[in-house]
């Protein structure tokens, strides 16, 4: 069999030394189901099925939606302790800020002359984002975070990247740039390809997709009592049987997916055997499923909280290794360009 043939799951397994994973997250709050199951959990799977693994806090990203940057500090160390209570190995995973790494932002510059403006205008997750942000006019960066997404994919190489769905028109504007300026340069990036999580959509306890910035997330990091709380909360519907529709019944559906995930079993399943005890029921059971699951990842998260220093060494390393890696990438552009003078 080619290479052509495999799944790109068969090719990842055949030759994981051939993959490097670039992917992130926005330091806007706490991370939550819908990341762990959407991409965190692929991070540490590869990461221990030996991929190299590179991880961007897209702390400039913030700005997108938003006019200032509140309590960067803390958030950024709360991601970290995240990702490790996730699973993610501090030791082998590079895990860096973008605004910290100033050649992976240079690339911005030439990439932006690869893509055109409507282009920038059609992005459907854009779009959906300018409809949720809290500003009331939308700014440059929110049309052109994507190409900076290039650039925080391309500097490294990166050529598998976990996300969830919302993140699936990103990647093609960085497909997009790695194969024009190839072409228009010669071949300097790979054309990288995504891989979707087991729930590249997880709904949040209102029904809309589960967001940091909407409110209606479990973060992995909530007490049981707080996941309790936000459970008992969520929004229902009038009919009492609980069935698994995601079309037709979005809010229910959201959280019989959370428990099928949580229990590893078949939603369809999980609705049945509910049925007709109900919403009270079915967020019971809710309950219980996600307050396991996340037990053994919270009681992590308390062990390396307690670690001296860990966060903050992790950041200097994963600093230090992506602007190394930045730097000669920066270079190869610019001798591409023929601006290495
Ligand atoms: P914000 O509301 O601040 O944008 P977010 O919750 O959307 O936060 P991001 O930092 O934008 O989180 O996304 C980080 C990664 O997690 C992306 O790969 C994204 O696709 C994935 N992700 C986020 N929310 C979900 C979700 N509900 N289901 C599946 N994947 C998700
Ligand atoms: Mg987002």
Redesign the pocket.
């Known amino acids: 069999m080619t290479t052509q043939t495999l799944s790109l799951e068969d090719r990842i397994a055949a030759r994981p030394g051939d993959f490097r994973v670039l ?1 992130g ?2 330091p ?2 706490p991370l ?1 189901l ?2 762990y ?3 965190l959990r692929n991070r540490a799977r590869l990461q221990h099925s030996g991929v190299d693994l590179v991880v961007v806090v897209a702390d400039y990203q913030v700005l997108t939606d938003r006019d200032v940057a509140e309590r960067l500090v803390p958030t950024v160390e709360g991601l970290i302790l995240d990702y490790l209570a996730a699973g993610l190995d501090p030791d082998r995973a590079t895990i860096f800020t973008h605004s910290a790494v100033p050649a992976l932002n240079q690339l911005v510059l030439p990439f932006l002359s690869l893509v055109s403006v409507p282009e920038l205008q059609r992005n459907p997750t854009v779009k959906d984002e300018i409809a949720h942000s809290r500003q009331s006019s939308v700014s440059g960066l929110m049309f052109t975070y994507p190409v900076h997404q290039a650039a925080d994919i391309l500097f490294c190489k990166g050529n598998l990247v976990p ?5 699936l028109p990103h990647v093609e504007v960085t497909r997009t740039v790695a194969r024009r300026f190839n072409e228009r340069y010669g071949p300097v990036f790979p054309v990288p390809e995504a891989l979707l ?1 087991a ?4 709904l ?1 306890t209102d029904g809309t ?6 409110g209606n ?1 479990i973060a992995l990091s909530a007490t049981a009592d707080e996941t309790a709380r936000l459970i008992r909360g969520a929004r229902t519907d009038a009919d009492r049987h609980i069935t698994f529709d995601p079309q037709t019944r979005p809010e229910v559906s959201g959280l019989v997916q959370l428990a099928a995930l949580c229990l590893d079993e078949d939603p369809h399943q999980v609705a049945a055997t509910i049925g007709a005890a109900g919403a009270a029921a079915l967020k019971r059971t809710v309950t219980e499923a996600v307050n396991e699951f996340l037990a053994p990842m919270r009681a992590r998260r308390a062990a390396y909280a307690q670690e001296p220093g860990l966060v903050r060494d992790v950041q200097r390393a994963g600093n230090a290794r992506a602007n190394a890696v930045a730097d000669q990438t920066l270079l190869e552009v610019r001798e591409a360009m023929g601006t290495r003078y």
């Open positions: 992917t997250d926005r806007t709050g939550h819908g990341h199951f959407g991409t996300v969830g769905q919302d993140q999580g729930a590249p959509l997880l949040g997709k589960m967001s940091k910035s909407r997330a």
